[in-house]
């Protein structure tokens, strides 16, 4: 394998939309690919016509591309290999799939699904517990019936291999019973297509997820029926919730899929440097790395043997890390759609940035944005016992009563006059510090605590805020 150019791939099922796990494990093969100067593939495994659904492979390939994953060859980008999909490749399976049935390596099977079915439930009955199928139709070749095609499992035989992630594994061929390789309607089954793909196509390393273990003692097989060379395979650990249970895709306490990300206002550099910790580790343990940062860095050695972690308040951390650093017109692109969806007024893109600035420091993702602006214009919030007592204090009725007058006396509000009216009443009261920005913030903001004072009473405009310290005098003193 030293003289070959390494060569990974990542093969998605069209069946659903690209999800956390398949991210994960496109991002791992894409690393070690450009981490070694290989090449990464993209390969769609649609053979499952039932449960594809029509806009799998777009999310897939689109999901990819936001994530900042490039790609040698894929459907729409064509090599030599060509083509990548699997319905596309049916001649080319059927060709191998005959030259076993010559050789004796597989036969077939003319059972149908309920002859199947009524051959297990004895098996049970009887109190068998590895189930393998008679192999009733091997001495039944020559009938004129639709027929699957079993690979017919040798007797005796170990299978062994070097498992990148958890080093040396073997199978006994006695555990697997003679399995289909053909379906009858003259589809290849998963394990099938598999390898013959992945050996036309010159695939040097499969690094997939660990519920694909059990498959690759029957792929091996093939690759030694057939004397193919076996590529290095890698099996990553589960990723799990909470509750250290195995991630779900129904488990609604988790965002699932790559396109609900995008939607919800995550950077894809910053969901890309998490799905990369995700079971992988750097030398210095660092948690905000640049995607050229883990490219350098990445070693399949230090690969987890754990299940990974699916922790969401690291997630938010790394994403609000990634949006602090944006510029402010960036940031203000960024929460744009969002603003928009929900109705909020941006017709003056400065004042939308000026808006936008107060909460870029807070802010974990760009849906988010949508919630404190609500929350900045709402008229109705209700203060908390620690406000309540700060605006009670008798210097906070003088602060307040006397920022009301001041404020009559301003046509428009701007920064740079609330500082002088704030200065002007630290002069003429004596009182400063908390004492004097306190009782202003609760009493135009309703925090105790939140953006630049002097911006957001900017933003909030002279008539709201006249009528929140009318309210707040009101009701208080």
């Not at 790395?289 to 938010?316: C, G, H, N, Y």
């Not at 004596?430 to 630049?452: E, Q, V, W, Y």
Request: proline content about 4%.
């Amino acid at each position: 394998m030293q003289n070959k150019k390494y060569r990974f791939r990542y093969a998605p099922s069209p069946t659903g939309l690209l999800h956390i796990g398949g991210a994960r494990t496109a991002i791992f093969n894409w690393l070690y690919a450009r981490s070694i100067n290989g090449e990464f593939i993209i390969r769609v495994e649609d053979t499952d016509v039932e449960r594809n659904i029509k806009d799998g492979e777009a999310s897939q390939l689109n999901g990819l591309k936001w994530l900042g994953l490039d790609y040698d060859e894929s459907p729409e980008n064509p090599g030599k290999y060509a083509p990548y999909r699997q319905l596309e490749r049916l001649d080319t399976y059927k060709k191998y799939a005959d030259f076993l049935l010559e050789k004796g390596l597989a036969y077939k099977c003319f059972c149908t699904s309920d002859e199947l079915e009524k051959e297990r439930e004895a098996q049970k009955a009887a109190g068998i517990d590895n189930i393998h199928y008679s192999r009733k139709c091997i001495d039944k070749q020559k009938q004129d019936k639709p027929f699957a095609i079993r690979f017919k499992v040798p007797a005796g035989e170990v299978y062994e291999f070097s498992d990148l992630v958890r080093g040396d594994l073997s199978f006994q061929s006695s555990d697997i019973g003679d399995w289909v390789i053909v379906k009858n309607n003259g589809i290849p089954t998963y394990n099938f297509a598999v390898v013959v793909d992945d050996h036309l196509m010159d695939i040097t390393h499969v690094l997939r997820g660990e519920e694909h273990l059990p498959n690759t003692p029957r792929q091996i097989m093939v690759y030694r029926a057939l004397n193919w060379e076996v590529p290095v395979f890698g099996h990553m650990t589960l990723i799990v919730n909470a509750e250290k249970k195995k991630l779900s895709k129904r488990d609604p306490s988790i965002v699932q899929f790559i396109q609900q990300y995008l939607e919800l206002g995550y950077l894809p550099e910053a969901l890309f440097n998490f799905i990369a910790l995700l079971g992988w580790s750097p030398k210095n343990n660092e948690e905000i790395m640049t995607i050229e940062e883990f490219v350098k860095e990445f070693d399949p050695k230090r690969l987890s043997k754990a299940p990974a972690f699916f922790d969401q308040d690291k997630l938010l951390y790394i994403n609000k890390e990634y949006i602090k650093k944006l510029d402010l017109d960036d940031f203000t692109e960024m929460c744009m759609p969002h603003l928009v969806n929900s109705g909020i007024d941006i017709n003056d893109f400065e004042h939308v940035k000026k808006l936008c600035s107060l909460f870029q420091e807070r802010t974990a993702f760009g849906k988010q944005i949508v919630s404190f602006v609500e929350e900045f214009f709402n008229d109705n919030n209700s203060l908390d016992s620690e406000c309540l007592d700060i605006l009670k204090e008798e210097s906070g009725k003088v602060v307040l009563l006397k920022f009301t007058e001041e404020l009559n006396n301003i046509k428009i509000i701007n920064e740079e006059n609330i500082k002088e009216v704030i200065k002007k009443i630290q002069v003429e009261t004596s009182i400063k510090g908390k004492t004097l920005f306190m009782p202003i913030r609760i009493a135009t903001t309703f925090m105790l605590h939140g953006p630049d004072l002097n911006k957001s009473l900017e933003i909030l405009g002279k008539k709201k805020v006249q009528a929140r310290l009318k309210k707040i005098i009101k009701e208080i003193y």
